[in-house]
C-alpha cells in the first residue's frame, strides 16, 4: 500500500511537472509570434516610407533590411510576382501567390503566418501588407527567423529536468512519512475488525469513524443474509436442479427465493438476483398485482412454454413448462380438420347440388344422366379422399415386420400401369431399373412411394413432356422419378411435403390430386429410415429421390 501511494504521488507530481512545461512552452512561443507579428507590422510601416522616398528597388530592399536589423524584405508586385528581396536577388521575377501570407492580403489586405521558409530553411515569421508606393499598389512582406517550439522545450529542458529530480526525491521523503501516519491508524483497526468475532469495531481518529460504522454495517448485513440462506436453503430441498419443468419461487422480481437452473436459463437470470424477463411485462406486473393464479403462454427460441402462476402468503411460485409438443400436436391437429372439412366440402356440395336438381325433376334425361355422372365421379373422389387419409393415419400403427422386396420388378410392375395415364398426355416415359435391386420393407408400402411419386411426375407434368424413372443398386439404391413439367418455387419446397398442399392450385380438385401423396411418402421414407430428397426448378422440371439406406444384406 506504502509504495502504491508513494508511486502513485509521484507519477501525478511528474505527470504534473511535464503537462505545465508543455503548456508554459507553447504560451511562450506563441507570446514569441506575437511579439514578433507585431514587431514586423511596425517595421512595415518604416520599410514602407522608406521605399516612397527611395524607390522599389533590390538596393534599396537590402538598404532598408540592413536599417531594420536584417529582417528580410520582399517586394512583389501586385500579381505576387517578387519585385525585391533582401535576401536572394535570384528570387526576383518568380511567384509567391501560393504562400499563405500573400493569399491572406490579397484578399484582407494583410496576413502572416509561421512556417519554414523554403529558400532560407528555418521557421521564420512572416508579416505581408498591402502597400501604395510610385503609384502602384504592392506587397510588402517582412519576415524574420524564430525559434520552434521544440527548441523552446530543448532550452527550458534542463531547467525541468532539475525539477523531476527535486520532485523525485521530495514525493520520496514526504509521501513514506505521510502514508506511514495514514497506514498505521487503517492497518490497526482491520486488525481489530478481523479478531472482533461480530463485535463492533471502535476508533479513536475521527475521520475512520465512519469506516468502522461501515464495517459495523456489513457484519449486520451479512449475519442476516446468513439467517435468510438459511432458510432459504430448506426450501430449497422441495425441487431439484435437473428437474425438465423449470421453478421459481420469489417474493418480487427483486427478491427471488429459489430458482432451478431450467428457469434460469429461460428467465435470463442474473447473478444480482433479478428477474430480468420480467422488467417491462405489463401482463406479468398484472398477475403479480392481482395476486390471483394465472396461467401465461411464451414462445422463447421456437419453443412454446407454459408460465403458471400459483400464490401463497407473500411469496409467489412460477412453474415454467415445455409444451412445444402439445401445442404442436393441437396446431397440427386443427390444420388437419381444417383441410379435411375443406376438401371434403368441394365433392359433398357438387353431390349435394346435382342430387337436389334430380329431385326436383327439373332435368332432361340427358342433363340427368351427365349429373349422376358427375355425382358418382364426386363420390369416388369423396372415397378416394377417406381412404388417402385413413392410409395416411395407419402408417405410424403399422407394425406388421419387414421382408424382402423385389424393387426392380415391383418398380417395373407399377410402372405400367401408368401407360394409359402417359399416352393420353402424349409423355415420353422412359424406365431405367438396374435387375435384381431388393429392399428391406413391405410390398405395399414401397408400391405407395412408387405410385405416388410416378403420378405426380405425370399429373404435374406438361402434354408433350417426359417422364424418367431410374432405379440403381449397390450399397445404398436410389430410385428417382424425373419429369419435365411446371417445377416447385424456391418457396415452396418446404411445404411440398405438408398434408394437403399443392404446388399448383389448379391442380387440387380437377386433377384428383389432394396434397397428400408427398406427405405419405415423406412419412413411409422417414418410419423407414430412408432419405428423401428433392431438386426442382421452376418452369423446367422436377425430380425427386429415395435412397434406401437400409437394405437387404
Known sequence: MKKRILLFSLLITIVGIVLITLL?????????????????????????????????????????SQRLGGVRITVTDAAAVIVADSADEGLIGSSRADRPEFSAAMESGEGSTVRESVTLRTDMVYYCRAVFVGGQTLYLRLGVETAS???????????????????????????????????????????????SGGRQVQTKYKELQPVAKLMNEMTAEIEDKVRRMREDRRMESLVLDNMEHGIVIFRDAEDVILINRTASRFLDYDTQGSLAAFAGEAEVAAVLAARESATLTRIRGGRDYSLRFTFH???????????????????????????????????????????????????????????????????????NLVKSIINFSQIDSDELPDETVDLSELVREAASAFEPKLHKRNISFDLEAEEGVKVRSRRERLLEIVNNLISNGIRYNRDGGSLTVTLTGGEEPVFTVRDTGIGIAEED???????????????????????????????????????????????????FSVHFTRREA
Request: glycine share 8%; proline share 2%; net charge negative.
Open 24 to 64: 508554459y512552452t507553447g504560451i511562450f512561443w506563441r507570446s514569441g509570434i506575437a511579439d514578433s507579428e507585431r514587431y514586423l507590422a511596425v517595421y512595415a510601416d518604416v520599410a514602407e516610407a522608406e521605399l516612397n522616398e527611395g524607390g522599389v528597388s533590390q538596393r534599396q530592399a537590402v538598404a532598408v
Open 149 to 195: 517550439v521544440f527548441a523552446v522545450l530543448g532550452d527550458a529542458l534542463p531547467t525541468v529536468l532539475l525539477c523531476l529530480a527535486l520532485d523525485i526525491l521530495c514525493c520520496f521523503l514526504f509521501s513514506w512519512i505521510a502514508t506511514d501516519a495514514v497506514l498505521r491508524p487503517v492497518e490497526a483497526l482491520t486488525r481489530e475488525a478481523a479478531l
Open 313 to 383: 402468503e407473500n411469496t409467489c411460485v412460477l412453474l415454467i413448462t415445455d409444451v412445444t409438443e402439445s401445442a404442436a400436436a393441437a396446431r397440427s391437429k386443427n390444420e388437419f380438420i381444417a383441410n379435411v372439412t375443406h376438401e371434403m366440402n368441394t365433392p359433398l356440395t357438387s353431390i349435394r347440388g346435382f342430387a337436389e336438381l334430380m329431385a326436383a325433376g327439373t332435368l332432361s334425361p340427358d342433363r340427368a344422366q351427365a349429373a349422376a355422372k358427375t355425382i358418382i365421379k364426386q363420390s369416388d373422389r369423396l372415397a
Open 493 to 543: 419446397k418446404e411445404r411440398i411435403f405438408d398434408r394437403f398442399y399443392t404446388v399448383d392450385k389448379s391442380h387440387g380438385g380437377g386433377g384428383g390430386g389432394f396434397g397428400l401423396g408427398l406427405a405419405i411418402v415423406k412419412k413411409l421414407c422417414r418410419r423407414a429410415g430412408w432419405v428423401l430428397s428433392v431438386e426442382s426448378k421452376l418452369g423446367e422440371g422436377t425430380a
